[in-house]
């Protein structure tokens, strides 16, 4: 995905720091935004993971730090549950200037309950998608219950939240206190997906319940096995992030990238993309890349990665056809392959041709006698993208049109 830092205001005047990403070939379908948990970031790798998920179906992904976390401006101890949610309402605002108005919006944790209370402010969202939220934004204080009573004695107390000390003042409980979720959920009609994880010791699965059992169709509820509270294993969020990116897909007229079509057996696409481009043939369309050590962003298998592939795969199959003729035993092959070349001299010391080496390596199991696997080695070095390697070809390049 490509990403670039932005800057909005919010209405009390501060500077907050958002994140778009957005799909490499910049060609977008819809819009998301994204809230944080409770003094999370934008950048949490769980969000990051999320967001590239969804980038690759087309989807640009705003994320941005709630005022005075990581990179935006404020104080947080002056900052509570409501002006979150106006920072959100801020943001959307923001991309509608900017972009186009976000028809999805996704919360996790306290700020899945934020995108369901800011969601009644924004028209233009058609999906909503909490992950690990509570079902109440009261259930918050239960991260620093131990300093409850010095936060009604003295106004304001110091919590250790994640290994990091926040000033929580009595404002900021009592605005919590202040907001009924299942009342609003009584009244949201926009499709809803649920997510939760079973075994969340933060916010526990009973939240989900509420929250599903509050809302009102069309809402949906999908399982988290296995996942914590934040998401930290990766492939938990990116499990997330294809998930979401399916199901908002029922409820948005995502149009479809333009196929591309051929009357040749391959065609191949780029745009300003850099190096990243999509391949078509009859049946099937994927994307070739170059790695980042090159200036690409490793979305698919280089060239030569694809020419290897074509070798590898040809040649397993020939094996395949063959012993399948023979009727012999041939249980298994894996073919090992590597790309190299070497710039070969002449006798006087002038540079001479290029010679590309190709090492293939097989692996076959059968029960299979030696001269039947020596047979299949030879067959191996006859399959037809072998021929052609090694057989004189001619490329032709011409300009259509």
Same mark, same amino acid.
């Given at each position: 995905?490509?990403?670039?830092?932005?800057?909005?205001?919010?209405?009390?005047?501060?500077?907050?720091?958002?994140?778009?990403?957005?799909?490499?070939?910049?060609?977008?379908?819809?819009?998301?935004?994204?809230?944080?948990?409770?003094?999370?970031?934008?950048?949490?790798?769980?969000? /990051?993971? =999320?967001?590239? +998920?969804? !980038?690759?179906? %087309? =989807?640009?992904?705003? /994320?941005?730090?709630?005022? %005075?976390?990581?990179?935006?401006?404020?104080?947080?101890?002056? !900052?509570?549950?409501?002006?979150?949610?106006?920072?959100?309402?801020? +943001?959307?605002?923001?991309?509608?200037?900017? &972009?186009?108005?976000?028809?999805?919006?996704?919360?996790?944790?306290?700020?899945?309950?934020?995108? &369901?209370?800011?969601?009644?402010?924004?028209?233009?969202?058609?999906?909503?998608?909490?992950?690990? +939220?509570?079902?109440?934004?009261?259930?918050?204080?239960?991260?620093?219950?131990?300093? &409850?009573?010095? =936060?009604?004695?003295? %106004?304001?107390?110091?919590?250790?939240?994640?290994? /990091?000390?926040?000033? #929580?003042?009595?404002?900021?409980?009592?605005?919590?206190?202040?907001?009924?979720?299942?009342?609003?959920?009584?009244?949201?009609?926009?499709?809803?997906?649920?997510?939760?994880?079973?075994?969340?010791?933060?916010?526990?699965?009973?939240?989900?319940?509420? #929250?599903?059992?509050? $809302?009102?169709?069309?809402?949906?509820?999908?399982?988290?096995?296995?996942?914590?509270?934040?998401?930290?294993?990766?492939?938990?969020?990116?499990?997330?992030?294809?998930?979401? +990116?399916?199901?908002?897909?029922?409820?948005?007229?995502?149009?479809?990238?333009?196929?591309?079509?051929?009357?040749?057996?391959?065609?191949?696409?780029?745009?300003?993309?850099?190096?990243?481009?999509?391949? $078509?043939?009859?049946?099937?369309?994927?994307?070739?890349?170059?790695?980042?050590?090159?200036?690409?962003?490793?979305?698919?298998?280089?060239?030569?990665?694809? &020419?290897?592939?074509?070798?590898?795969?040809?040649?397993?199959?020939?094996?395949?056809?063959?012993?399948?003729?023979?009727?012999?035993?041939?249980?298994?092959?894996?073919?090992?392959?590597?790309?190299?070349?070497?710039?070969?001299?002449?006798?006087?010391?002038?540079?001479?041709? #290029? #010679?590309?080496?190709?090492?293939?390596?097989?692996?076959?199991?059968?029960?299979?006698?030696?001269?039947?696997?020596?047979?299949?080695?030879?067959?191996?070095?006859?399959?037809?993208?072998?021929?052609?390697?090694?057989?004189?070809?001619?490329?032709?390049?011409?300009?259509?049109?």
């Amino acid at each position: 995905m490509n990403s670039k830092k932005l800057f909005f205001t919010n209405r009390a005047g501060s500077k907050l720091v958002a994140r778009l990403d957005t799909p490499v070939n910049q060609k977008i379908k819809a819009c998301a935004l994204f809230a944080h948990c409770f003094t999370c970031g934008k950048n949490l790798s769980a969000v /990051r993971n =999320i967001s590239r +998920a969804l !980038t690759l179906e %087309g =989807i640009a992904v705003f /994320r941005f730090d709630f005022s %005075g976390l990581g990179e935006s401006e404020g104080d947080f101890a002056d !900052t509570n549950f409501s002006s979150n949610v106006e920072d959100l309402i801020d +943001a959307a605002a923001f991309m509608g200037e900017q &972009l186009e108005a976000p028809s999805i919006i996704i919360g996790h944790s306290l700020g899945g309950a934020a995108v &369901l209370f800011a969601t009644e402010h924004l028209p233009s969202i058609k999906a909503v998608i909490t992950i690990g +939220a509570p079902a109440s934004p009261q259930h918050l204080t239960h991260l620093f219950e131990g300093q &409850l009573h010095k =936060i009604e004695k003295n %106004g304001v107390a110091e919590v250790s939240i994640g290994g /990091r000390s926040f000033n #929580i003042k009595k404002q900021f409980v009592d605005d919590l206190m202040t907001k009924s979720l299942p009342r609003l959920l009584s009244t949201m009609r926009t499709p809803l997906l649920i997510m939760h994880a079973p075994q969340d010791t933060t916010v526990g699965i009973g939240n989900a319940k509420e #929250i599903y059992q509050a $809302a009102h169709h069309p809402k949906s509820f999908v399982s988290l096995d296995g996942a914590d509270h934040l998401l930290t294993d990766k492939k938990d969020s990116l499990y997330v992030g294809s998930i979401l +990116a399916t199901w908002v897909k029922k409820y948005l007229d995502l149009q479809p990238e333009e196929e591309l079509t051929t009357d040749k057996q391959v065609v191949v696409n780029i745009d300003q993309s850099h190096y990243t481009s999509r391949v $078509a043939t009859n049946n099937h369309q994927f994307l070739a890349d170059e790695p980042p050590v090159v200036g690409g962003k490793g979305l698919g298998p280089s060239p030569f990665e694809f &020419l290897l592939s074509a070798l590898g795969s040809c040649t397993v199959m020939t094996l395949r056809m063959y012993a399948d003729r023979k009727k012999w035993d041939l249980q298994e092959v894996t073919a090992h392959l590597s790309y190299s070349k070497e710039n070969v001299r002449d006798t006087s010391g002038a540079s001479g041709k #290029i #010679i590309s080496q190709f090492d293939l390596e097989l692996e076959i199991e059968g029960n299979l006698t030696p001269e039947q696997k020596n047979r299949l080695l030879e067959i191996a070095n006859k399959c037809p993208v072998h021929k052609a390697l090694i057989g004189e070809v001619e490329v032709e390049a011409i300009l259509r049109g």
